[in-house]
């Protein structure tokens, strides 16, 4: 997918990891002048099921409903198909290849993302896990996987968009999460490990990030989401 064809106020997808309908509302209000487009994760949506959800669709705004989606096939084919009459933009989902073929088999209109590896995730927790290769290696087989199998893209870390990009092309869609502003890209200062800015998210070819805390903790979001997109811009 053309980076040419994504507005750069759609670029940054502001995570809404609040507690409930009433506080999403008012952090969405802070930000739609600088961006359309809001991430509902497992948090918000237990607290306010589809609720958010609509508002935010019928505010004319887009939607990633990050709930992972991970089980038996046909019960995440059934889930894919409550989301599709929601008009969510992006879905992410977990999942061998049974669960990926029969999320794709459901998803109407929606663009599905496969989570490759959370960005908590590092290598002394591969380690742990008994695996020898890399996290860079695990994502890109995982993407490849997922592209194979139809879905639209995945989940990845700024770190490894780059290999991404360069051997999958332009027709997966990379969505970038654990984005920090420049002062913080350090992991002793952060839960999250494999973290970048929004710029370099872009530059090493993310289509799309993803924005919670640096954003939503922030007085003024609008003005945070303002350098973010400048910072993109110049990438």
């Given at each position: 997918?053309?980076?040419?064809?994504?507005?750069?106020?759609?670029?940054?997808?502001?995570?809404?990891?609040?507690?409930?309908?009433?506080?999403?509302?008012?952090?969405?209000?802070?930000?739609?002048?600088?961006?359309?487009?809001?991430?509902?994760?497992?948090?918000?949506?237990?607290?306010?099921?589809?609720?958010?959800?609509?508002?935010?669709?019928?505010?004319?705004?887009?939607?990633?409903?990050?709930?992972?989606?991970?089980?038996?096939?046909?019960?995440?084919?059934?889930?894919?198909?409550?989301?599709?009459?929601?008009?969510?933009?992006?879905?992410t989902i977990h999942g061998n290849d049974p669960?990926?073929?029969?999320?794709?088999?459901?998803?109407?209109?929606?663009?599905?993302?496969?989570?490759?590896?959370?960005?908590?995730?590092?290598?002394?927790?591969?380690?742990?896990?008994?695996?020898?290769?890399?996290?860079?290696?695990?994502?890109?087989y995982r993407a490849k996987?997922?592209?194979?199998?139809?879905?639209?893209?995945?989940?990845?870390?700024?770190?490894?968009?780059?290999?991404?990009?360069?051997?999958?092309?332009?027709?997966?869609?990379?969505?970038?999460?654990?984005?920090?502003?420049?002062?913080?890209?350090?992991?002793?200062?952060?839960?999250?490990?494999?973290?970048?800015?929004?710029?370099?998210?872009?530059?090493?070819?993310?289509?799309?990030?993803?924005?919670?805390?640096?954003?939503?903790?922030?007085?003024?979001?609008?003005?945070?989401?303002?350098?973010?997109?400048?910072?993109?811009?110049?990438?």
């Open positions: 997918m053309s980076d040419e064809k994504i507005p750069l106020r759609d670029r940054i997808i502001v995570a809404l990891d609040v507690e409930n309908h009433a506080m999403a509302k008012e952090m969405v209000k802070k930000c739609e002048s600088h961006t359309g487009f809001f991430k509902v994760g497992l948090q918000l949506f237990m607290a306010s099921w589809f609720e958010t959800v609509d508002w935010i669709v019928d505010r004319g705004h887009k939607v990633m409903l990050d709930l992972k989606f991970f089980d038996i096939p046909e019960t995440v084919k059934l889930a894919v198909e409550q989301v599709n009459s929601r008009g969510v933009t992006f879905a669960i990926i073929r029969a999320a794709v088999a459901a998803r109407g209109d929606m663009k599905l993302l496969a989570v490759t590896v959370l960005t908590s995730f590092g290598e002394e927790d591969m380690r742990a896990m008994g695996m020898t290769q890399s996290v860079e290696d695990l994502v890109y996987r997922a592209l194979e199998l139809g879905c639209d893209g995945v989940v990845s870390s700024g770190l490894e968009a780059g290999r991404l990009r360069t051997n999958l092309g332009d027709r997966l869609l990379i969505v970038t999460p654990g984005i920090r502003p420049g002062d913080n890209v350090s992991e002793s200062l952060d839960d999250q490990k494999r973290i970048v800015t929004a710029g370099m998210a872009i530059k090493n070819g993310a289509n799309y990030v993803v924005v919670g805390r640096p954003i939503t903790r922030a007085e003024d979001p609008a003005r945070i989401l303002e350098a973010m997109q400048q910072d993109i811009a110049v990438s």
